[in-house]
């Protein structure tokens, strides 16, 4: 086990823009060069590193160590990350589209790349960044960063529109949902919600869903241990096992079989917050 995450639900005002806030250790055993693929989930997240040791990332093909305070955006493919000691890191996992609600910026702005937060929002963030820092306690980083977030919403002044709706409708189905069926559900024409989703998500709706509909998929596959994938087929709405792991490759770059026996090349931050107790409740959500 390389990597360790706690994982700490927001408080109601901001469900609707954080998924959730994390601790996260990582190259536990401290390895020389310890090089993994992190595995597209459908979030942006913020990495606030607590130390002075950063894991390493490539931008443009040149590898350096990554910001004190990094955004990794929306990736709708697997991204290499180096490590060459023990790196501690606060998290908050945002909604995508919710980046714009908070700081005005639209999360394609950070499509397949990451950025240097401080850079990005100046002097205000970096304070806030080293208050938390300071804290002692997860719970004090976390009342920080929640009383940060909550001045940052008021500011901004952007209400919820129905790109969150639909972004929101998509991460509840499983992606298990129709492109035709979504606009209706959000009472918006489909040219353009596909218009206004791409540009404060990144993406389409239709590449959202393939996304949260894997991300559906890698929480079977780690909590559950799934290996028969007509099975992991028939739940998570696919048309049959060939579809599946069409799909799955399509985003991964490998084949479930490969990808589950090298699983330790790989970091794969599923959303373990959604509650799939059953697997009726993927069923029901078609």
């Given at each position: 086990?390389?990597?360790s995450?706690?994982?700490?639900?927001?408080?109601?005002?901001?469900?609707?823009?954080?998924?959730?806030?994390?601790?996260?250790?990582?190259?536990?055993?401290?390895?020389?060069?310890?090089?993994?693929?992190?595995?597209?989930?459908?979030?942006?997240?913020?990495?606030?590193?607590?130390?002075?040791?950063?894991?390493?990332?490539?931008?443009?093909?040149?590898?350096?160590?990554?910001?004190?305070?990094?955004?990794?955006?929306?990736?709708?493919?697997?991204?290499?990350?180096?490590?060459?000691?023990?790196?501690?890191?606060?998290?908050?996992?945002?909604?995508p589209?919710?980046?714009?609600?908070?700081?005005?910026?639209?999360?394609s702005?950070?499509?397949?790349?990451?950025?240097?937060?401080?850079?990005?929002?100046?002097t205000?963030?970096?304070?806030?960044?080293?208050?938390?820092?300071?804290?002692?306690?997860?719970?004090?980083?976390?009342?920080?960063?929640?009383?940060?977030?909550?001045?940052?919403?008021?500011?901004?002044?952007?209400?919820?529109?129905?790109?969150?709706?639909?972004?929101?409708?998509?991460?509840?189905?499983?992606?298990?949902?129709?492109?035709?069926?979504?606009?209706?559900?959000?009472?918006?024409?489909?040219?353009?919600?596909?218009?206004?989703?791409?540009?404060?998500?990144g993406?389409?709706?239709?590449?959202?869903?393939?996304?949260?509909?894997?991300?559906?998929?890698q929480?079977?596959?780690?909590?559950?241990?799934?290996?028969?994938?007509?099975?992991?087929?028939f739940?998570?709405?696919?048309?049959?096992?060939?579809?599946?792991?069409?799909?799955?490759?399509?985003?991964?770059?490998?084949?479930?079989?490969?990808?589950?026996?090298?699983s330790?090349?790989?970091?794969?931050?599923?959303?373990?917050?959604?509650?799939?107790?059953?697997?009726?409740e993927?069923?029901?959500?078609?």
């Open positions: 086990m390389s990597v995450m706690t994982e700490y639900k927001p408080s109601q005002n901001l469900v609707p823009y954080v998924e959730f806030f994390w601790d996260g250790q990582f190259n536990i055993n401290q390895e020389s060069l310890l090089s993994q693929k992190v595995v597209p989930n459908g979030y942006i997240e913020l990495i606030i590193h607590t130390s002075e040791l950063h894991c390493h990332l490539s931008k443009h093909g040149l590898w350096s160590s990554s910001p004190d305070y990094t955004i990794i955006g929306l990736f709708t493919s697997p991204y290499e990350v180096r490590f060459r000691d023990k790196v501690n890191v606060f998290g908050i996992r945002f909604k589209e919710a980046i714009y609600n908070l700081f005005g910026i639209p999360a702005e950070f499509y397949q790349q990451y950025e240097d937060m401080e850079l990005v929002l100046g205000d963030f970096q304070l806030f960044c080293s208050k938390l820092r300071e804290a002692k306690t997860i719970e004090n980083k976390i009342e920080h960063a929640e009383t940060y977030l909550i001045q940052s919403l008021q500011r901004q002044k952007k209400p919820l529109t129905y790109v969150n709706h639909a972004a929101e409708i998509i991460r509840n189905t499983h992606g298990f949902i129709q492109v035709e069926e979504l606009y209706h559900k959000v009472f918006i024409s489909l040219r353009q919600l596909q218009r206004q989703f791409k540009i404060k998500v993406i389409s709706p239709k590449m959202y869903m393939r996304i949260s509909r894997l991300n559906a998929v929480q079977l596959l780690e909590e559950k241990g799934l290996l028969n994938y007509t099975h992991i087929a739940i998570c709405g696919y048309a049959d096992q060939a579809h599946f792991i069409r799909d799955f490759k399509s985003i991964i770059g490998e084949r479930p079989g490969l990808f589950t026996t090298n330790a090349e790989y970091i794969v931050n599923a959303n373990t917050a959604v509650n799939m107790e059953s697997d009726d993927f069923r029901t959500a078609e």
